[in-house]
């Protein structure tokens, strides 16, 4: 059974940072065949893709309101995902979660929500002002 599991979330101030981790189970994290993304919802709002990394090549992906600022990496030797988060904003504020999407995601290629089947329980990340 394919698990993914959300951790690191916590409170801090504007300008600080975050380092969110997605521990994974149940697939085999070497394969060429997924992509992990992140994802992010506030109170009152939709849910948004904030990065995503493939396995196939390696090449990532960040929303433009987070670009420079994070993150996401991959450790083959803990099958765990980062999201690394610095210079957060309190608009950063949200729960995040992370997701899986099966299949082959090269350089520049679209995300979208519905392919990502399996899905984290969320981690609460508030940024004050």
């Known amino acids: 059974e394919v698990q993914l599991v959300e951790s690191g979330g916590g409170f801090v101030q504007a300008g600080g940072f975050l380092r969110l981790s997605c521990a994974t189970s149940g697939f085999i994290f070497a394969d060429y065949g997924y992509a992990i993304g992140w994802f992010r919802q506030a109170p009152g709002k939709e849910r948004e893709g904030v990065a995503a990394?493939?396995?196939?090549?390696?090449?990532?992906y960040y929303a433009d309101s987070v670009k420079g600022r994070f993150t996401i990496s991959s450790d083959y030797n803990k099958n765990t995902v980062y999201l690394r988060m610095t210079s957060l904003k309190p608009e950063d504020t949200a729960v995040y979660y992370c997701?899986?999407?099966?299949?082959?995601?090269?350089?520049?290629?679209?995300?979208?929500?519905?392919?990502?089947?399996?899905w984290g329980q969320g981690t609460q990340v508030t940024v004050s002002s």
């Open positions: 990394i493939s396995s196939t090549d390696g090449s990532t």
């Open positions: 997701a899986i999407a099966f299949g082959e995601y090269y350089g520049g290629s679209h995300y979208p929500e519905t392919d990502f089947t399996h």
